[in-house]
Every structure is written in C-alpha cells, then in structure tokens.
Nanobody, 123 residues
Framework: VQLQASGGGLVQAGGSLRLSCAAS????????MGWFRQVSGKEREFVGR????????YYADSVKGRFTISRDNAKNTVSLEMNSLTPEDTAVYYC?????????????????WGQGTEVTVSS
C-alpha cells in the first residue's frame, strides 16, 4: 500500500487546515488508518485513528474536540480536519495504515506510512 499525504501549509493560529491521504496499491477498506505528527528532534506522536468502516475514531487528548478524522473507502482517502490550530500543532503530519480493524495509537502497529506533509501554525 502506498500512501500520499497532502494539504499541509502555513496557517495562522486559530485557523483551520484539512489534510488528505490517498492510498493506492491495496484494498483500502482492509486497513484502519491513523494520523501521527512529528516535531523535529522529538518522537512521532499519535494524533488519531479511524477504523476500517469509519464507525470508530479515537483521538489524542491534545487534539480532541479540534481535529476530526474521516475516510472515504470508495475514494481510498482519509482526511484530517484540523480546527482551532495553535503553534503547538506545528509538525510534519503522517498518515499510516494498520491491518487491524480499529487501528492503534502505537506507531509500531502500523504497516505502511505516507511521506508526511508539513503544517506550520504561526502565532
């Protein structure tokens, strides 16, 4: 499975951004999908995940209520809607695919990773 993340950019604090991740080369609906982020020099951090059928989502406390993950299995895409952004959300964001049904908050559980898209939130 190949994953291509896009949609990153520069946004002011309080603004919104929508990231997308397009999958190819496999059966997208067989994978739970997750989003992670990484600040240079720090470990990659779990952001949220969505189950295979999109019925179940789970978010890190740091983004709960501000970020929303959705997926479209017909289009092989998963999205991360980010609202009320703060400078602390600045990072490179990665999408990832996990063979399990619900997905995981653990980085090592994921089988495939996208290349990352950079988000910068200015104050």
């Amino acid at each position: 499975v190949q994953l291509q993340a896009s949609g990153g950019g520069l946004v002011q604090a309080g603004g919104s951004l929508r990231l997308s991740c397009a999958a190819s080369g496999g059966t997208f609906s067989n994978y739970a999908m997750g989003w992670f982020r990484q600040v240079s020099g720090k470990e990659r951090e779990f952001v949220g995940r969505v189950s295979r059928n999109a019925a179940s989502t789970y978010y890190a406390d740091s983004v709960k209520g501000r970020f929303t993950i959705s997926r479209d299995n017909a289009k092989n895409t998963v999205s991360l809607e980010m609202n009320s952004l703060t400078p602390e959300d600045t990072a490179v964001y990665y999408c990832a695919a996990d063979w399990s049904y619900y997905g995981s908050s653990k980085e090592y559980e994921y089988d495939y990773w996208g290349q990352g898209t950079e988000v910068t939130v200015s104050s």
